[in-house]
């Protein structure tokens, strides 16, 4: 079992919509990242927190809304996506932005 | 120069036989070089790491050789098994980033 808990696991989306991604990890880090898995770009950080501050945005477009309430819990807000937003979402967790972190399963996005 | 190029894209060896994937960077203030392994469906997880004041480190049939001078290191996976078929990242860590390879895709046949 994954100390980096993600969920929706799957989550089909129109333009429109606004959905959010969740993610808990029970490790006891305090830093946390979203990551974009898709066959163009295979790992393409595009957010990072650290104790509950964002240290890190890679020039992610404004539809993509990153939450971290706390460093267990991290968020991905999402809204009015493009179909090219369609990929694999990892979140990841790490001790203060160490060199060794923990990927949860993802979730799947579709954009129709 | 943050840039880790990672070859081959894809690779498929014959079961027993040894997997080798390969990676090059630029930046000399690299400090880590973890390897991932991610199977379908699941998230990267760490496989081996090394620093660089170190040339090789094995762990079972997994090995990494890294080379200073020429900027490069490897994952050789030896014995390799079905099981190992996965996709492999490189990555390279400093001043609190890590930076990745674009990924090998490893099919081992039975």
């Known amino acids: 079992e994954t100390g980096v808990t993600q969920t929706p696991r799957h989550l089909v989306m129109g333009m429109t919509n606004k959905k959010s991604l969740k993610c808990e990890q029970h490790?006891?880090?305090?830093?946390m990242y979203w990551y974009k898995q898709s066959a163009k770009k295979p790992l393409e950080l595009m957010f990072v927190y650290n104790f509950k501050e964002q240290t890190e945005n890679n020039s992610v477009p404004s539809r993509f809304s990153p939450e971290c309430p706390n460093s267990s819990h991290l968020f991905l807000h999402l809204h009015t996506l493009q179909p090219e937003d369609s990929a694999l979402y990892l979140c990841?967790?790490?001790?203060?932005?160490?060199?060794?972190?923990?990927f949860g399963e993802g979730s799947w996005l579709t954009v129709v | 120069q943050q840039q880790v190029k990672q070859s081959p894209q894809s690779l498929i060896v014959q079961k027993g036989g040894i997997s080798i994937i390969n990676c090059a960077y630029e930046n000399t203030a690299f400090d880590y070089f973890p390897w991932y392994q991610q199977f379908p469906g699941k998230g990267p997880a760490l496989l081996i790491a090394?620093?660089?004041d170190v040339s090789e480190k094995k762990e079972g049939r997994f090995t990494i050789s890294f080379n200073k001078s020429a900027k490069q290191f490897s994952l050789h996976i030896m014995d390799s098994q079905p099981g190992d078929s996965a996709t492999y990242f490189c990555a390279a860590y400093s001043n609190y980033q890590l930076i990745w390879g674009a990924g090998t895709k490893l099919i081992i046949k039975p």
């Open positions: 490790l006891g880090h305090n830093a």
């Open positions: 990841a967790s790490s001790r203060s932005t160490g060199n060794t972190i923990y």
């Open positions: 090394i620093r660089p």
